[in-house]
């Protein structure tokens, strides 16, 4: 598996923080391996509070039953529930043996109070999402 500061550089979302920060937020992540077929979370459940990085596999995510997407080493789940904390908005299942990367709401949210530089830098990147949805 790759290492966790390596596989985390590459998400748009933590792309703002130091090499530094990036140390110390992955070593809150734990490997979670999936076997093919394996749903990982649920679509309108509470199915773990947590994000995910694919680090190795294949997934599909589907909403309302429809296959939406592929995801791949690189890609990335769950980043709603790591500050909204509500039920998920699609399912997402292992299309192969399916390594990733894990972290709980709870670490993450502890990792981001201890660093008021990681949650503005975290904040700048949501609103420029946000804006970038808007002008689309």
Do not use: N, Y
């Not at 998920?88 to 990733?100: D, I, N, P, Q």
């Amino acid at each position: 598996m790759a290492t966790r500061p390596d596989a985390l550089q590459h998400v748009e979302l933590f792309g703002d923080l130091s090499q530094r920060q990036l140390r110390k937020l992955a070593a809150k992540f734990r490997e979670r391996r999936f076997k093919a077929g394996t749903v990982v979370v649920r679509e309108g459940t509470m199915s773990g509070i947590g994000f995910f990085v694919v680090v190795e596999g294949e997934a599909a995510v589907s909403v309302d039953g429809a296959e939406v997407a592929k995801l791949g080493p690189g890609d990335h789940f769950g980043e709603l529930a790591l500050i909204a904390e509500r039920e998920r908005t699609a399912t997402v299942t292992a299309a192969t043996g399916l390594e990733c990367l894990e972290i709980a709401a709870w670490d993450f949210r502890d990792f981001v109070k201890t660093d008021p530089d990681v949650a503005w830098k975290l904040l700048r990147h949501v609103v420029r999402t946000l804006l970038d949805a808007r002008d689309a």
